[in-house]
């Protein structure tokens, strides 16, 4: 499979193209179970600052639903020894995926806490306190050592900012996705995405130079991921002629 590609794939069927022991970091934000096709219908449409459209989110959003247990196995055969692997989670998920990685053979490092600045939508319904916290899963096969260190596992940075992005309903920041890449990974490495979402995890690996393999579901999304990569190449280029 080629590297830096954005494949419009299910995940379960790219991660079998995978080489075994191919990638060096996986950094993925798989569904949070989200039911959009019920009582969350009036979060259906967002704005798009990139065109000044609006978009169904639920005419591009692909329902998926997790066997973590085929994935932690996937993600076990296809990283190399002493790797780190990321997992973004809701908090009814988090004991399913601690469950289906740890008897695949990964240590449980740490729950990690993303603290954000604002609340970009209210799911509560009035049932519940507003989160402002996302949860990250850290695991890893092997043993690794964080390349940064004294790093503490709560941490705050602000919601993604509006960067041409907005037609997805949760891209991570850049300053989040940095940290995390720099704590686990080195120039050249190769970074997995299964869940590509808004593109924001590709494009960060492609400013600080990691190669990364992709797969996105959802045409439209997949459609406007290839945009970003495109123009991140420009970019570069750009820097380089200067």
Not at 40 to 55: E, N, P, V, W, Y
Request: net charge positive; aromatic share 14%.
């Amino acid at each position: 499979m080629e590297f830096n590609k954005c494949y419009n794939l299910n995940c379960e069927e790219g991660l079998k193209l995978i080489r075994t022991e191919s990638i060096d970091l996986v950094l993925t934000d798989p569904p949070y179970d989200v039911d959009f096709g019920g009582k969350q219908k009036a979060l259906l449409t967002i704005r798009s600052f990139a065109d000044g459209k609006k978009m169904d989110v639920y005419r591009n959003y692909i329902e998926y639903n997790c066997d973590y247990g085929y994935l932690a196995r996937q993600f076990y055969r296809v990283l190399k020894d002493d790797i780190h692997c990321y997992l973004f989670a809701g908090h009814q998920q988090i004991d399913d995926w601690v469950v289906a990685m740890t008897k695949t053979g990964f240590k449980f490092v740490q729950l990690l806490n993303w603290e954000r600045n604002k609340v970009r939508y209210d799911l509560t319904m009035g049932h519940k306190y507003l989160e402002n916290k996302e949860q990250i899963l850290f695991f890893q096969k092997g043993w690794k050592k964080l390349n940064l260190k004294s790093i503490k596992s709560s941490f705050k940075f602000d919601s993604a900012k509006t960067d041409g992005n907005e037609w997805h309903s949760c891209p991570r920041p850049y300053e989040l996705l940095k940290m995390l890449m720099l704590n686990s990974s080195n120039e050249s490495d190769v970074v997995l995405d299964c869940f590509a979402g808004s593109g924001e995890h590709l494009v960060t690996a492609m400013k600080l130079r990691r190669n990364f393999i992709g797969f996105e579901l959802s045409k439209e999304f997949h459609k406007r991921i290839e945009q970003r990569i495109e123009f991140q190449k420009q970019q570069f280029n750009l820097i380089q002629y200067i």
